[in-house]
Structures are given as C-alpha cells and as structure tokens.
C-alpha cells in the first residue's frame, strides 16, 4: 500500500514562505495527476493545486500567483511552496492523487499568525 508523507509546515508570520514536501513510498507520481489539499479547522478538505505528469499545473483562486506546485519523479517527491502566506492559509496540508484515492498521510500544519 503506497504510503504518503508530508512534511514542511509550521509557523510563519503573514506574509512570509513555506516549502512543503511529500513524500511517496513507491513510484505512484509517474503517471498519477498529484494534488495538495488542506484543511482548515471545522472545514472541508479542499484542493488548492495539482500537477500533471507532464507539468500542467492548477490552482485554486484563492492561492493563485503565490503557491507553486512541482514534482520530482525520479524522487517520488512533490512539492508546494507556499508565498506571501495569510492567516486563511492556515490548515493541515495533505497531498494525495488527484481525485484522491487510497490512505491518506499524516498532513503537516500550517499556522500563518502573528
């Protein structure tokens, strides 16, 4: 069963970056449309980007022109780095195929405060 690992967060001021990484524990990114999502609390799990195989990329309104997605192949790896970061930013982070599919990682915290 592939295992997702993610990693990165913590607590930042406003306005401040965060690079976060996932980890896969088999080749599940080579042909697998990869996704991070989050989740805030007393919230839905939402998507706020994705990325092709190929590198066509995605995002949602709300983090557009400041989050970037991006994925290692050859390191089973994807990657979000989170720019000028809000305090509505804060959430627990999951990646994950997108759709989703399978067991879901432990998330790694985001706080964005002051």
């Known amino acids: 069963q592939v295992q997702l690992v993610e990693s990165g967060g913590g607590l930042v001021q406003p306005g401040g970056s965060l690079r976060l990484s996932c980890a896969a524990s088999?080749?599940?990114?080579?042909?697998?449309?990869m996704a991070w999502y989050r989740q805030a609390p007393g919230k839905e799990r939402e998507l706020v980007a994705h990325?092709?195989?190929?590198?066509?990329?995605n995002y949602a309104d709300s983090v557009k022109g400041r989050f970037t997605i991006s994925r290692d192949n050859a390191r089973n790896t994807v990657y979000l780095q989170m720019n000028s970061l809000k305090p509505e930013d804060t959430a627990v982070y999951y990646c994950?195929?997108?759709?989703?599919?399978?067991?879901w990682g432990q998330g790694t915290q985001v706080t964005v405060s002051s």
């Open positions: 990325i092709t195989s190929s590198g066509f990329t």
């Open positions: 994950n195929r997108h759709p989703p599919f399978g067991p």
């Open positions: 088999e080749s599940i990114l080579r042909s697998n449309i």
